[in-house]
């Protein structure tokens, strides 16, 4: 049995080496491969050097400039790796040509996943490319060769042409890098805000293109010039003060009487050789600045409608952030360090967004705040009401007693007190939303409406007071019509003989005229966008830059320290900003239509505004202590645009609807009413049935029908996006509950595989145990046979040939083991056995036979 056991033994180690063989074989056969790879790319180089020579000797011996063809050899020579001409190589040489190419392709495209360095991943992409750019022609023979270079060559530089393209359509937005520096060191609220400006800017030069094209250039070119007639020229008692600055400050003098304002423009149906329609235009321009700025705000909102409502950022969020954050194809410092300032910024906001989330405060004391803190808001916004109303009141007793009779403050003090309040309450509710503990995101979007609704009575009290004036103004122009009237007469009578027919010759600048209340409205919406322009930048160079150069400076020698405590550098206050741009361009909206360069005014006053707070922001303010993501601020500033839009144009279709225009100023001078003249238009420019269907059209029994159709179509679509939307979220739901489970089979997978791992490593630590145990008792039976045949030996008893026989049988073979697995474990032969098959069998000594 032992010598069977025996047998079986060195038969399976006669197996194994025969697999050791095989192996051995196999590698052998491999390398042997691979040289011929090698010889069959070093035959390849020979040949296309030797091409390479043989037309370089013809070049040689035809060309009579020895200088370039030598120069020409000696570079040719030198480059190894030049195109393959398809002549000098065979059937089969083209086709491992054409298979190593397509591999070269594969790796290229298979590159991004394979686990390798970042430099081997460079090293490779680089070399398989310059194969790929130099090789991929010789695929081709004659005619089909170069067409497939030039097709290769025009698809690179298109490439290149898109990337140029793109880069320069990024270059073509204004402002882009720099609202971009703004986003990598303050984050996406700050951006968001300079986002809007830029967008409000664009919205304004399309306004201005249509006011300065269609109505304010062709009264300048084709309409009658200054001191024609009485609205076209400064009134005599009037021209010793016209030119002096106060009064050109308050848009009076010869400001007031040029193309500024609604006053200076004729009521002449048609103007110039062009027969240009002034009152038509001057109409239509009105109704189409609200019209398009209608589309495009509720465009913009559905586009980013569109945009946040796609996917969801919550899954993985800061894994994406960590793997995928940074733009390889960086070359320039500055804009690395930007990038950076990005991610980290990026990372507060997305650590606050997880601390929100996880947020669990005592929600009775936090309803008791939030309560207060409204009671507060309603306090200040009565109060800032009830001033607002004082002083309306008492510029309407300085009016009836005479502006020149009181100072400069008193006939501004409307403007100055409702510059003053949109400064000072921002401030005092941003201080009292510190007791609401809301998300910055909500906390933002709360201040935003109650300083929305500060801004709105503010203005609806200015409008009030303007209808109260221009009541007055229609009960001025009563009396100063009769007393033209008497006027003319006495001029008829005195200045006329009994015979004579011909009119008297009057100058136009004494000519009585009436107080034109379209222009005092346009006069007062621009005098409120100067008083409020002066006062954001003074705000922003006192409150901002002054206080950055005082804690800069006297920090050193002062009692306390300045940047941690009073007053510290300021924070850029994103609510008051937005809502200065909104109600800025609601007065826009409003007064245009008095005051045709209220756009022109504005678009200078954005230009100067992206400027000066952007240089303002990165010198003067400090990113803010909560920084939070703005995913969807700006839709709510489309949202609050909006409603302001709509109420900044009810007071103007108001007057156009229900006041008739003044007599004897404007184009509409004459009319009952400003639309008339879509009438007379309609009457005298247009067959006789289109009236009628225009008419017909205007019906109210036709118009009320359609708005209803209209609400009830809109009810309809939000129906259907509002269950659209409950879908999408059910659907991301299941999404998630999905990814929870895979979660967590993945890691029951791994705990399996780390019980497993853990496992087979006791094992090996366990048979290397055993290893050592065995080594050691072979080494003693092995000392204890030594000791034993050299006492034999002495004595003379066993000779060579017995203790050889004994020997196999006295001890057992020892272990063979190898290493197959992953782990590294050590793995026995089959009947090589570890430690708990490891015996030793004994037989009797013979000695004692």
């Keep these: 049995m032992k010598n069977e056991r025996v047998k079986q033994k060195v038969e399976h180690v006669e197996e194994v080496e025969d697999k050791k063989a095989k192996r051995k074989h196999k590698d052998e056969s491999a390398k042997k491969e691979e040289r011929k790879k090698n010889d069959w790319k070093h035959e390849v180089k020979e040949k296309t050097k030797d091409v390479k020579k043989k037309k370089h000797k013809k070049i040689i011996e035809t060309s009579s400039e020895q200088e370039t063809s030598e120069e020409d050899t000696s570079e040719e020579d030198d480059s190894d790796e030049e195109d393959l001409s398809p002549q000098s190589l065979t059937?089969?040489?083209?086709?491992?040509?054409?298979?190593?190419?397509?591999?070269?392709?594969?790796?290229?495209?298979?590159?991004?996943?394979?686990?390798?360095?970042?430099?081997?991943?460079?090293?490779?992409?680089?070399?398989?490319?310059?194969?790929?750019?130099?090789?991929?022609?010789?695929?081709?023979?004659?005619?089909?060769?170069?067409?497939?270079?030039?097709?290769?060559?025009?698809?690179?530089?298109?490439?290149?042409?898109?990337?140029?393209?793109?880069?320069?359509?990024?270059a073509c937005i204004p402002w882009e890098m720099k609202i971009k520096e703004i986003e990598s060191h303050f984050g996406s609220s700050v951006a968001s805000y300079f986002i809007f400006l830029r967008w409000m800017y664009g919205i304004n030069m399309i306004l201005f293109g249509l006011t300065f094209g269609l109505v304010m250039v062709p009264e300048a070119l084709m309409g009658r010039p200054y001191g024609s007639i009485p609205r076209k020229t400064v009134p005599r008692a009037e021209e010793g003060g016209a030119m002096n600055f106060a009064v050109l400050w308050d848009f009076g003098g010869y400001a007031q009487y040029s193309v500024l304002f609604y006053g200076y423009y004729n009521d002449q149906r048609s103007i110039g050789w062009l027969k240009f329609r002034m009152p038509l235009s001057y109409f239509l321009v009105g109704v189409g600045t609200v019209a398009y700025s209608y589309m495009v705000v509720i465009r913009t909102m559905a586009?980013?409608?569109?945009?946040?409502?796609?996917?969801?950022?919550?899954?993985?969020?800061?894994?994406?952030?960590?793997?995928?954050?940074?733009?390889?194809?960086?070359?320039?410092?500055?804009?690395?360090?930007?990038?950076?300032?990005?991610?980290?910024?990026?990372?507060?906001?997305?650590?606050?967004?997880?601390?929100?989330?996880?947020?669990?405060?005592?929600?009775?004391?936090?309803?008791?705040?939030?309560?207060?803190?409204?009671?507060?808001?309603?306090?200040?916004?009565?109060?800032?009401?009830?001033?607002?109303?004082?002083?309306?009141?008492?510029?309407?007793?300085?009016?009836?007693?005479?502006?020149?009779?009181?100072?400069?403050?008193?006939?501004?003090?409307?403007?100055?007190?409702?510059?003053?309040?949109?400064?000072?309450?921002?401030?005092?509710?941003?201080?009292?939303?510190?007791?609401?503990?809301?998300?910055?995101?909500?906390?933002?979007?709360?201040?935003?409406?109650?300083?929305?609704?500060?801004?709105?009575?503010?203005?609806?009290?200015?409008?009030?007071?303007?209808?109260?004036?221009?009541?007055?103004?229609?009960?001025?122009?009563?009396?100063?019509?009769?007393?033209?009237?008497?006027?003319?007469?006495?001029?008829?009578?005195?200045?006329?003989?009994?015979?004579?027919?011909?009119?008297?010759?009057?100058?136009?600048?004494?000519?009585?005229?009436?107080?034109?209340?379209?222009?005092?409205?346009?006069?007062?919406?621009?005098?409120?966008?100067?008083?409020?322009?002066?006062?954001?930048?003074?705000?922003?160079?006192?409150?901002?830059?002054?206080?950055?150069?005082?804690?800069?400076?006297?920090?050193?020698?002062?009692?306390?320290?300045?940047?941690?405590?009073?007053?510290?550098?300021?924070?850029?206050?994103?609510?008051?900003?937005?809502?200065?741009?909104?109600?800025?361009?609601?007065?826009?909206?409003?007064?245009?239509?008095?005051?045709?360069?209220?756009?022109?005014?504005?678009?200078?006053?954005?230009?100067?505004?992206?400027?000066?707070?952007?240089?303002?922001?990165?010198?003067?303010?400090?990113?803010?202590?909560?920084?939070?993501?703005?995913?969807?601020?700006?839709?709510?500033?489309?949202?609050?645009l909006l409603v302001i839009l709509f109420l900044s144009t009810l007071p103007a279709m108001y007057t156009i609807v229900t006041i008739p225009p003044s007599f004897d100023c404007g184009p509409f001078s004459g009319k009952n009413r400003m639309f008339d003249v879509i009438h007379e238009t309609l009457e005298s420019d247009f067959p006789a049935w289109f009236g009628k269907v225009f008419s017909y059209a205007s019906n109210p029994g036709l118009v009320l029908p359609f708005m209803l159709l209209m609400v009830l179509s809109i009810y309809y679509l939000q129906s259907t996006s509002k269950s659209y939307k409950a879908a999408n979220i059910e659907l991301k739901k299941k999404l998630q509950t999905q990814n929870e489970e895979n979660k967590k089979k993945n890691k029951l997978a791994a705990l399996k595989a780390a019980m497993d791992l853990e496992e087979a490593r006791q094992a090996a630590e366990k048979n290397k145990d055993n290893k050592a145990l065995l080594q050691d008792h072979e080494n003693g039976e092995r000392n204890h046979s030594r000791g034993q045949r050299s006492h034999c030996g002495k004595n003379g008893r066993n000779s060579p040939a017995v203790k050889d026989k004994v020997r196999p049988a006295t001890t057992a073979p020892a272990s063979r083991s190898y290493r197959h697995s992953n782990d590294g474990a050590t793995r026995y032969l089959p009947g090589f056995p570890g430690q708990s098959d490891q015996k030793v069998h004994r037989v009797p000594s013979l000695q004692r036979h």
């Design 91 to 170: 059937a089969e040489d083209l086709q491992e040509l054409k298979e190593e190419v397509d591999d070269r392709k594969k790796l290229i495209q298979s590159l991004r996943g394979k686990p390798w360095p970042m430099k081997k991943k460079l090293s490779t992409l680089r070399e398989s490319q310059d194969f790929v750019e130099k090789y991929e022609g010789a695929l081709g023979k004659g005619k089909g060769r170069k067409f497939y270079a030039y097709k290769v060559m025009m698809s690179k530089k298109w490439m290149k042409f898109q990337r140029d393209f793109e880069n320069f359509k990024t």
């Design 303 to 640: 586009r980013n409608a569109n945009e946040t409502g796609v996917g969801d950022d919550n899954s993985f969020n800061f894994s994406w952030k960590t793997f995928t954050s940074w733009d390889y194809l960086i070359g320039n410092a500055e804009t690395a360090d930007n990038k950076f300032a990005s991610i980290t910024t990026s990372f507060k906001e997305a650590i606050l967004e997880e601390q929100e989330s996880q947020k669990d405060d005592n929600i009775h004391l936090t309803r008791f705040l939030r309560v207060m803190a409204n009671f507060l808001v309603l306090c200040c916004l009565a109060g800032s009401g009830y001033l607002i109303y004082f002083v309306v009141r008492r510029s309407q007793k300085f009016a009836l007693d005479g502006l020149d009779n009181h100072s400069w403050w008193e006939r501004n003090e409307v403007n100055m007190i409702m510059s003053l309040l949109g400064m000072f309450c921002p401030m005092l509710f941003d201080i009292i939303s510190t007791l609401e503990n809301y998300h910055p995101r909500v906390a933002l979007q709360w201040q935003l409406g109650r300083i929305f609704a500060l801004f709105l009575g503010n203005l609806y009290t200015f409008i009030i007071a303007l209808m109260d004036e221009i009541n007055l103004k229609r009960e001025e122009e009563k009396i100063v019509k009769f007393n033209i009237t008497l006027w003319e007469a006495s001029l008829y009578n005195g200045t006329l003989s009994e015979n004579s027919t011909v009119p008297p010759v009057v100058d136009p600048a004494d000519v009585p005229r009436g107080p034109c209340w379209e222009t005092m409205v346009g006069q007062e919406f621009v005098r409120l966008i100067i008083s409020d322009t002066i006062t954001t930048y003074t705000t922003l160079l006192i409150g901002d830059f002054l206080r950055a150069v005082l804690v800069r400076f006297f920090n050193y020698c002062w009692c306390w320290d300045l940047e941690a405590g009073f007053p510290s550098y300021s924070e850029f206050d994103v609510s008051g900003n937005v809502l200065g741009l909104i109600f800025n361009q609601g007065m826009i909206w409003m007064g245009a239509f008095y005051a045709p360069c209220l756009p022109a005014l504005n678009v200078l006053r954005l230009h100067v505004s992206m400027y000066l707070q952007c240089w303002a922001v990165m010198c003067c303010n400090v990113p803010q202590e909560r920084v939070f993501k703005a995913s969807g601020s700006n839709n709510f500033y489309m949202a609050m």
